[in-house]
T-cell receptor
Framework: DGGITQSPKYLFRKEGQNVTLSCEQN?????MYWYRQDPGQGLRLIYY???????QKGDIAEGYSVSREKKESFPLTVTSAQKNPTAFYLC?????????????FGEGSRLTVL | EDQVTQSPEALRLQEGESSSLNCSYT??????LFWYRQDPGKGPEFLFT???AGEEKEKERLKATLTKKESFLHITAPKPEDSATYLC???????????FGKGTSLLVTP
């Protein structure tokens, strides 16, 4: 079945450490996105990528980095510069950007900074 | 600035008690409005896309409608399994991603 796989589902990190969240899709979609979700807040866009080897900052990119070396993969690194990294992170994809149809979401990764 | 406001924040219904969720939006040209369902600890699941005022879409007990300033998600005779958070998102003509509201948390009790 086609879909988006995020890993790990749960991750704990000590302050000052970088951590990378994995996102893989087998939908053959061109565009991929990373959103952050906090309690009582809407989803906020961190980064998006329209094609391989290209990506753009979203609304809250500070303290995060991404790469898009393959069409199927869009990993997100949460760096030590991110002041409040504890959150639920969601990866999504669409056939192309701007999306003319729905976004497909993964199951999410919950990051907790100890 | 594009804005999406959902109301109410939380809604509790008894099984069979129909109601509506609201999504009001301000956007400089609407490409599409999306409704998603999200269960706790899961990613959002797509429900509907609406593109123009007057459009309606239905799926089981859910019906989404769109005007120039807002969208409604009508839930007819809800069941406990409809309990979830419902998210509304808009995509502006000039944007590359969706802008989400904070969601409405729906609880349907037996």
């Amino acid at each position: 079945d086609g879909g988006i796989t995020q890993s790990p589902k749960y991750l704990f990190r000590k302050e000052g450490q970088n951590v990378t969240l994995s996102c893989e899709q087998n939908l053959n979609h061109d565009a991929m996105y990373w959103y952050r979700q906090d309690p009582g807040q809407g989803l906020r866009l961190i980064y998006y990528s329209q094609i391989v080897n290209d990506f753009q900052k979203g609304d809250i990119a500070e303290g995060y980095s991404v790469s898009r070396e393959k069409k199927e993969s869009f990993p997100l690194t949460v760096t030590s510069a991110q002041k409040n990294p504890t959150a639920f992170y969601l990866c999504a994809s669409s056939r192309r950007a701007p999306p003319t149809g729905e976004l497909f979401f993964g199951e999410g990764s919950r990051l907790t900074v100890l | 600035e594009d804005q999406v406001t959902q109301s109410p924040e939380a809604l509790r219904l008894q099984e069979g008690e129909s109601s509506s969720l609201n999504c009001s939006y301000t956007v400089s040209g609407l490409r599409g409005l999306f409704w998603y369902r999200q269960d706790p600890g899961k990613g959002p699941e797509f429900l509907f896309t609406l593109y123009s005022a007057g459009e309606e879409k239905e799926k089981e007990r859910l019906k989404a409608t769109l005007t120039k300033k807002e969208s409604f998600l009508h839930i007819t005779a809800p069941k406990p399994e409809d309990s979830a958070t419902y998210l509304c998102a808009v995509q502006p003509n000039s944007g590359y991603a969706l802008n989400f509201g904070k969601g409405t948390s729906l609880l349907v009790t037996p």
